[in-house]
């Protein structure tokens, strides 16, 4: 009894100790829904509002901003960095407009027009530089965007550049972003290149499904995103993909798991399963291969433990990393034999069913010995056989991401110059990426399907460095190196004048007397249109002469007082 004394008070000393030493978090939280040039969005000061309230309860430092201009943007921003210091934990959430321009991200202030490329450094705020600030302040940063949204400020942008640069791409939602600080989360409401769903309720998908989650206790901040994933998917019928880009190396828990509480001194502590232990080697391996974030590294966790505890995560990071679909073989281990025994059976009745035995990923075929005992009753005895340990079980195929090949195809088809029709990067395998992917093919001659995007049209447009196809311009503009400029309207109109030809005078250029005894003229070369006249003789007194029409010689009668009359052969 005395030592189940000392071991409780050691416990309750253990937690003092955790909470006097607890990590420090700081968040910043904005949501701008109220935009001055486009409509407003219904969920975002609810999101922010509702995350806000959410944080605060798991004992995060919050910072709210609201409907935020420029100015007020950069400014909140500001105290945010001030804040970090000395920080552990920050974290940043966004629910309102962005874009991608080049394939960087800029949020959206309430007062943005976006007319203009070169108002948009005032307009917005660069995604990258909060997360290069965060890392510069704390060893673990958690970014979560609802910035996915319909923009129809981004539309507005591309009608103002299309005219300026045909280089410059405007993209449909958030672009891929690479952490490159260490421990650092960044989570899209959709996959990237890809738009979100406001909802119908107070909060979008993705935060209504952030704010059921994050209060559960041990549930790890990757896994606990891959739930919200699943959430959004049956809740928008998979038309929205959340996703995940991860530098982590540690475990982060919103809510930690509660520590188990003795009730009563135990009279023996009975030994732990060993089923359900976890392999101490297995999970440094395990944190290793996730944190690597990479698919060579999850395979080879597969390879090395095929039934271990992480299995399950595993094959998704596998699906979601292991893009060119490469099989995998992964040796099943050897099962000890094992030989039940059915009960008697009655005699002359019929042998009883087997009993259903539990699904396994390997099918074990049995066959079942009847063996006489006596004469009069008969013992089933099921006898497995195991497969030998070398036999593979082959992971399924995973096909490649049709979307990312085709947003990266369509970039490069602009970059040689085939992109042209209004073509976007935007994933979205449309008549006008099939058209851009003709006109290249008809120039290289290097592709045999041109309908789809493959990896092997990729790699056919990445292996030209320079441009493949002309520069078309359209009506009102012009060429000026290789950028198409719009010409003013007075141009035009010079342009038009001169590229008109002269009116002539005459519908005849007559060409002069050929000199006595010189031979006739030869016929005109093809495609001539004018005529001409040359007199036969000097003393001509009826008008003869020759004429040609095209490339016929003909002779004419010009009689004084009388019609004149054109003979041709």
Same mark, same amino acid.
């Given at each position: ?8 008070? %050691? ?5 003092? %100790?955790t909470q006097a030493f607890a990590e420090r978090r700081v968040a910043l939280v904005v949501g701008n829904a109220q935009y001055a040039h486009t409509p407003a969005l219904p969920n975002p000061r609810n999101d922010a509002q509702d995350i806000a309230d959410v944080l605060k309860k798991v004992g995060f430092e919050v910072t709210v901003g609201l409907d935020l201009n420029q100015t007020s943007f950069a400014r909140i921003i500001d105290d945010f960095a001030r804040a970090l210091e000395g920080a552990d934990v920050g ?12 394939? &960087? ?10 007319? +203009? ?7 917005? $705020? ?5 997360? /290069?600030?965060?890392? +510069? ?6 970014? !979560? ?7 129809? *400020?981004?539309?507005? =942008? ?15 939602? =958030? ?12 989570? !899209? ?12 309720? /107070?909060?979008?998908? !993705?935060?209504?499904?952030? =704010?059921?989650? $994050? ?17 959004? /998917? ?10 995940? *880009? ?50 060579? +590294? ?47 059976? $009655? ?12 699904? +396994? ?30 036999? @593979? ?6 096909? @490649?991401?049709?979307?990312? $090949? ?36 008809? /120039? ?8 789809q995007p493959t990896p092997e049209a990729l790699e056919a447009v990445r292996s030209h460095k320079d441009r493949v196809c002309p520069t078309t311009c359209g009506p009102g503009t012009e060429l000026r190196g290789n950028t198409c400029v719009a010409v003013p309207p007075k141009t035009q109109e010079r342009s038009r004048h001169a590229s008109r030809p002269p009116e002539r005078e005459h519908d005849r250029a007559v060409r002069p007397q050929r000199e006595p005894g010189r031979a006739d003229p030869a016929p005109r @070369? ?11 003789? @000097? ?15 003909? &002779? ?14």
């Open positions: 009894m005395r030592r189940y004394l000392v071991a409780t008070l %050691a416990i309750i000393g253990c937690l003092a %100790a974290l940043f959430f966004y629910a309102g407009h962005g874009l991608q321009i080049n394939e &960087k991200n800029y949020l959206v202030s309430t007062e943005a027009k976006l007319e +203009s490329a070169f108002l948009v450094p005032s307009e917005t $705020i660069e995604l990258d530089a909060i997360i /290069r600030l965060m890392e +510069s302040k704390t060893s673990t940063n958690l970014v !979560f965007l609802d910035a996915c949204r319909n923009n129809p *400020l981004v539309d507005n =942008l591309k009608r103002n550049m299309a005219a300026i640069s045909r280089s410059t791409t405007v993209g449909r939602g =958030l672009a891929r972003v690479e952490p490159v600080g260490r421990d650092t989360l960044v989570a !899209f409401s959709s996959a990237p290149g890809q738009e979100a769903a406001d909802g119908h309720g /107070r909060n979008s998908p !993705f935060t209504a499904s952030l =704010l059921r989650h $994050i209060p559960k206790p041990g549930l790890e901040v990757s896994v606990m995103l891959k739930e919200v994933a699943a959430d959004v /998917r049956q809740e928008t019928r998979n038309v929205q993909r959340p996703q995940q *880009l991860s530098d982590m190396s540690n475990t982060f828990y919103f809510v930690k798991a509660a520590p188990a509480v003795l009730a009563a001194p135990p009279a023996a502590m009975p030994p732990a399963a060993p089923n359900n232990a976890v392999d101490p080697v297995e999970m440094a391996f395990w944190q290793s291969a996730d944190a690597a974030n990479e698919c060579e +590294s999850i395979r080879a966790y597969l390879r090395r433990f095929p039934n271990g505890k992480f299995v399950d995560l595993a094959h998704i990071s596998e699906r979601r990393l292991c893009k060119a679909g490469t099989e995998v073989a992964i040796a099943s281990p050897q099962r000890p034999p094992t030989a039940p025994v059915a009960p008697a059976l $009655i005699p002359g009745a019929a042998p009883a069913a087997p009993a259903p035995s539990p699904p +396994s990923p390997i099918t074990q075929p049995s066959s079942v010995l009847t063996q006489p005992t006596g004469g009069a009753t008969n013992v089933a005895v099921a006898a497995p056989t195991t497969p030998p340990a070398s036999t @593979p079980v082959v992971a399924p195929v995973v096909p @490649p991401d049709v979307t990312d $090949i085709g947003r990266k195809l369509q970039k490069e088809l602009v970059r040689v110059g085939c992109g042209v029709g209004g073509l976007e990067a935007d994933g979205t395998w449309n008549a006008a990426s099939r058209e851009a992917l003709r006109s290249f093919n008809e /120039r290289t001659r290097s592709l045999t399907m041109v309908d @070369p093809s495609g001539s249109q004018s005529y001409a006249n040359v007199p036969i003789s @000097p003393n001509n007194r009826n008008g003869e002469s020759w004429i040609y029409v095209g490339n016929k010689r003909c &002779k004419t009668f010009e009689p004084p007082g009388s019609a004149p009359r054109v003979i041709c052969p």
